[in-house]
């Protein structure tokens, strides 16, 4: 089975999501923006969201974990919690 790590940020906006991800473009690091914006608990640990299996998430989420490129920020996301930044750390098949 699939499986696969990866960390997010959580906020109300898609404005605030776009402001977000450039900032991580721009050199911060997205662990301390996701510390300090996130509306998840995961924040305080930076986003980090695990390992985790296909339908562990949300479909929003799987689409992107499982097919996107590793190691770059994707989004906005939109999930019925709000709008996401999401990178994939690891995965395998």
Do not use: W
């Not at 301390?32 to 969201?49: I, N, Q, T």
């Not at 695990?50 to 479909?59: D, S, T």
């Not at 019925?80 to 995965?91: A, C, D, K």
């Amino acid at each position: 089975m699939a499986r696969a790590s990866a960390r997010h940020i959580l906020v109300e906006t898609e404005e605030q999501c776009e402001n977000l991800k450039k900032q991580i473009a721009g050199g911060t690091d997205f662990a301390e923006v996701a510390k300090e914006h996130s509306k998840c608990p995961s924040g305080k640990s930076g986003g980090d969201l695990g390992e985790f299996g296909k339908g562990q998430m949300v479909p929003e989420f799987d689409k992107v974990v499982f097919n996107d490129e590793l190691n770059m920020v994707h989004g906005p996301i939109k999930t019925q919690f709000g709008y996401h930044l999401l990178e994939t750390t690891s995965r395998s098949d």
